[in-house]
């Protein structure tokens, strides 16, 4: 069965202090892994897409990267607008489509 | 690029109404998609849309829910009957067909309370 895990749950980081999300997978057949970043009461919103391992992307004080089985987020010295949910999402060809599976998602908290 | 649209943004409800929800996708985009996420937990997939057409139902999707995508266009979903359970956040994400994969883009939701 298809499944994205993300850990930690939590992340509470103190500004300008790096850390990094991760998100383990299991599927058959991997066409993309996605990142979006989700605020409260918000829809996600699209970061990077990741095709194939070895493959990095980077946005401002983002850097993600993907292996055979995970990938990570990196998050270079945090501000405090960096807080919110951080999804990771798996696309499979199901069904005749796309199919999306997401994690969790990591909540981040950057504090000043 | 407007993004995606959502209406309403909040919906409170009583148990056994029926509520409706609209979504219109980026212009361009062919596909449309509705997830459910609940609090703590990642979007779920309730349904696809591929121009009009409605390829794919999760088995999230009870008889109470319908979807709707004419012309193509905007898509409406219905919830009859509400129950307690279905109080959750539902998103709508849209993409245009790119060959092997394709980047959804969300709307900002419409959160449903069912009193």
């Known amino acids: 069965e298809d499944q994205v895990t993300q850990s930690p749950e939590a992340l509470r980081l103190q500004e300008g202090e790096s850390s990094s999300l991760n998100c383990s997978y299991t599927?058959?057949?991997?066409?993309?892994l996605f990142w979006y970043r989700q605020d409260p009461g918000k829809g996600p919103e699209f970061l990077f897409t990741?095709?194939?391992a070895g493959e990095e992307k980077e946005k401002e004080r983002l850097k993600a990267t993907l292996t055979k089985k995970e990938s990570f987020l990196h998050i270079t010295a945090p501000k405090p607008e960096d807080s919110a949910t951080y999804l990771c999402?798996?696309?499979?060809?199901?069904?005749?489509?796309?199919?999306?599976?997401f994690g969790a998602g990591t909540r981040l908290a950057v504090h000043p | 690029d407007t993004g995606v649209s959502q209406d309403p943004r909040h919906k409170i409800t009583k148990r056994g109404q029926n509520v409706t929800f609209r979504c219109d996708p980026i212009?361009?985009?062919?596909?449309l998609y509705w997830y459910r996420q609940t609090l703590g937990q990642g979007p779920e997939f309730l349904t696809y849309?591929?121009?009009?057409?409605?390829?794919?139902k999760s088995r999230l999707l009870s008889d109470r829910f319908s979807a709707e995508r004419p012309k193509g266009s905007f898509s409406t979903l219905e919830i009859q009957r509400t129950e307690q359970g279905d109080s959750a956040m539902y998103l709508c994400?849209?993409?245009?067909?790119?060959?092997?994969?394709?980047?959804?883009?969300f709307g900002p939701g419409t959160r449903l309370t069912v009193l």
């Open positions: 849309f591929q121009n009009e057409a409605q390829l794919e």
């Open positions: 212009s361009e985009h062919n596909r």
């Open positions: 990741l095709y194939s």
């Open positions: 999402a798996v696309q499979v060809f199901s069904g005749g489509y796309n199919k999306l599976i």
């Open positions: 599927v058959s057949g991997l066409r993309g």
């Open positions: 994400a849209s993409s245009q067909d790119r060959g092997t994969t394709d980047t959804q883009y």
